[in-house]
């Protein structure tokens, strides 16, 4: 069991370290605006057990406390969770055992986990990062969530504290490493380029989801015909010069 937890690594397992303490910052923030917008405390809770998605839950709220059905609440939900539908793609070898393995697996799927996993190749890192962060991530936001709703009537406006802006700070900390290569680069780049471009005009999180036209092989593709085409340019142009 020992030799498990060591499994992912000293950076990975303090990479997870930091995610958590940001989640739980985020996770008493969730809790606590829910309730202090007038929902009853069970709300958030039950949602942080059944749903599992901080963002979404999030949106889910928003729209409730704006006044939306509860339809609409669900579809935002969904729709800003549709990026899981890749990420299972992704992590699909980790998903491994008997059903309900399966399910708890996927029900503990988050941007951080599926990240963190994608970091090795080890099918027994892979493995191990992925039930180590999903289980630590979902104890922590509970936990939090929990200790949120206790607090709602004593912290007071929990938006003046900033705490929504901690997790993605600390993500932003996380993905700065895997941005040493130019490729890597370009497509983050142009992905918050689409993303922003989108965000005026497309309901909260349909814009993330369209940032990951990025990813497609028709920019690099475009990139590297252009790049082609310069080189020739130039290949003809000292040609040309050549006595």
């Known amino acids: 069991m020992s030799s ?30 829910t309730v202090s917008g007038g929902l009853p405390w069970w709300v958030p809770v039950a949602m942080s057990l059944l749903v599992f998605a901080g963002g979404a839950q ?9 006044g ?25 070898d980790v998903l491994t055992g ?4 399966r399910l708890l697996g996927s029900h503990l799927m988050t941007d951080e986990t599926v990240a963190f996993t994608l970091r090795h190749e080890d099918p027994a890192r892979r493995r191990a990062t992925y039930w180590l962060c999903g289980l630590a991530l979902f104890a922590v936001w509970n ?19 900033g705490l929504d802006a901690a997790f993605p700070a600390v993500l932003l900390a996380l993905l700065l490493p895997a941005l040493k290569d130019r490729p890597t680069r370009r497509a983050a780049l142009l992905g918050a380029l689409i993303a922003v471009a989108a965000t005026p005009f497309l309901p909260p999180g349909v814009p993330v989801l369209l940032a990951l036209l990025a990813l497609t092989p028709f920019p690099t593709r475009l990139w590297r015909a252009r790049r082609h085409d310069e080189q020739d340019h130039d290949r003809h142009t000292l040609s040309e010069k050549e006595p």
């Open 4 to 33: 498990f937890w060591r499994t992912p690594g000293r950076a990975t397992l303090r990479d997870i370290a930091l995610v958590c303490v940001a989640d739980a910052l985020v996770g008493a923030s969730f809790g606590a605006i």
């Open 58 to 66: 999030f949106a889910a709220v928003g729209v409730a406390l704006a």
């Open 68 to 92: 939306g059905a509860p339809l609409a609440a669900v579809t935002t939900g969904l729709i800003l969770n549709a990026r899981h539908l890749p990420f299972g793609l992704a992590v699909a």
């Open 98 to 101: 008997p059903r309900w393995a």
């Open 143 to 161: 936990v939090s969530v929990l200790l949120g709703v206790l607090a709602a009537h004593t912290v007071g406006d929990v938006n003046a504290l």
